[in-house]
Each structure stands twice: as structure tokens, then as C-alpha cells.
């Protein structure tokens, strides 16, 4: 046997330990998927939701959200204001919010529901902190891809 079909085997061990732990994370990850996020969709398009939107009393934000993208909104739409979050029951909105806003950068946020599509979420956070340093740019482009995709 030569030196390179020896670590070829010595380098094998690894899958094997790694594999126990991958197989049940995997299965989670699937049930978890099957369990929650399915039923989320199929109850939100049922109920003939479209958008949810979520936002703050943010002095940075608040006045252009309430003036500028709220009345867009369509019917149907769930507005839900994260200061406001000690009121808030478990409920679809609560439960769609968490899981499809993750941790990170979800107010101001607007998710997009679409029968038989993935949910799609916008994060307006960044650029409406951009805005506030003198770059518009983002927050035109996210706006823009936003309602264009309400209006499909």
C-alpha cells in the first residue's frame, strides 16, 4: 500500500463521526419545515393575505412608513408595529413574523406572500439608514422592487 492510499483512508474517519450529527440536524430542519412553515403558508394564502409589514415609532422612519408606504399597502395587508410589541398575542402575524424575519434588520420590513411562492422580505433597516446619511439610493431601489412586486 502506498503512503497516498493510506491518507486517503485516514482522512474517511471524519465523515463518519460528523454523519451522526448532520443526520439529526437535517431531520429537524426538515420537520421543523414541514411542521411550521408549510402550514404558515398555506394558512396566510388562504386567508388571502398579502403583505405583512412591520416597522417602528423611530423617529428616523416612522413619519415617511406611515406616509409614504403605508397607503400603498394593499387590502389584506397586516401592519404591525414592533414598539408596540408588548401588546402583540400569539398569533399568524406574530408566528409569520418570526419566522420569516429572522433576527436580524426586520424593522422597518415588509414580507410579500404569493400562492404556491416563496415569501419574499424586504428589509427597508439599512436603507432607510442610509437616507438618514445622505444616500437615497438603496432606499429607491428597495422601494421600487417592493411595490413592483406588490403589483404583479
Keep these: 500500500m502506498d503512503r ?13 463521526l460528523v454523519l451522526p ?13 414541514i411542521i411550521i412553515t408549510i402550514p404558515l403558508y398555506i394558512t396566510i394564502w388562504l386567508k388571502g393575505i398579502r403583505v405583512f409589514y412591520v416597522y417602528s415609532n423611530s423617529p428616523h422612519w416612522q413619519e415617511r412608513v406611515e406616509k409614504e408606504i403605508i397607503p400603498k399597502l394593499p387590502d389584506k395587508t397586516i401592519i404591525m408595529n414592533w414598539s408596540e410589541r408588548s401588546k402583540w398575542q400569539r398569533n399568524l402575524a406574530t408566528t409569520a413574523f418570526f419566522h420569516f424575519g429572522g433576527s436580524q434588520e426586520y424593522n422597518p420590513m415588509g414580507i410579500i406572500f404569493r400562492p404556491f411562492r416563496k415569501a419574499k422580505v ?5 436603507p432607510l439608514k442610509d437616507l438618514q446619511h445622505g ?18
Excluded at 492510499?5 to 463518519?16: F, G, H, L, M, Y
Excluded at 424586504?122 to 439599512?126: I, V
Excluded at 444616500?135 to 404583479?152: D, G, H, R
Aim: a positive charge; charged letters at 25%; proline letters at 6%.
Design 122 to 126: 424586504f428589509r427597508f433597516y439599512q
Design 4 to 16: 497516498n492510499t493510506k491518507k486517503k483512508k485516514d482522512n474517511s474517519w471524519p465523515a463518519v
Design 135 to 152: 444616500k437615497p439610493e438603496a432606499l429607491l431601489k428597495i422601494e421600487t422592487e417592493f411595490f413592483q412586486m406588490l403589483n404583479k
Design 21 to 33: 450529527i448532520l443526520i439529526p440536524i437535517f431531520l429537524y430542519v426538515a420537520i421543523k419545515y
